[in-house]
């Protein structure tokens, strides 16, 4: 059984700093990539940071660019995002996903195979 588990969500102020960790079991993910997606309160899932497996690029969407950063430990299994600088907007449930077959970026929700549980972040005014 595959296994995707989130941690390191809570609550921050506004400028405030939090790192995000995805710790998968079950298999390795170390050539296929991986992603970061959150979902507020009456919006629609959406695509934070994807990196690839074997060829470890990456994809930031423009609302967080230059203020979060996906990086992957391969050898723990392990993705994780920090994020810098939150503001109030971010405020959402975050989701880790993992995908079973390619080896290039995907930021397509639809096209990942494993989902965590999501982890809540809360950024305060």
């Known amino acids: 059984q595959v296994h995707l588990a989130e941690s390191g969500g809570r609550l921050v102020q506004a400028g405030g700093s939090l790192r995000l960790s995805c710790a998968a079991s079950?298999?390795?993910?170390?050539?296929?990539?991986m992603g970061w997606f959150r979902q507020a309160p009456g919006k629609e899932r959406e695509i934070v940071a994807a990196v690839s497996g074997s060829n470890n690029d990456t994809y930031y969407s423009k609302s967080v660019k230059g203020r979060f950063t996906i990086s992957r430990d391969n050898a723990k299994n392990t993705v994780y995002l920090q994020m810098n600088s939150l503001k109030p907007e971010d405020t959402a449930v975050y989701y880790c996903?993992?995908?079973?077959?390619?080896?290039?970026?995907?930021?397509?929700?639809?096209?990942?195979?494993?989902w965590g549980q999501g982890t809540q972040v809360t950024v305060s005014s």
């Open positions: 079950g298999r390795t993910f170390s050539s296929h990539p």
């Open positions: 996903a993992a995908q079973g077959t390619d080896d290039v970026i995907v930021i397509d929700a639809s096209l990942y195979d494993y």
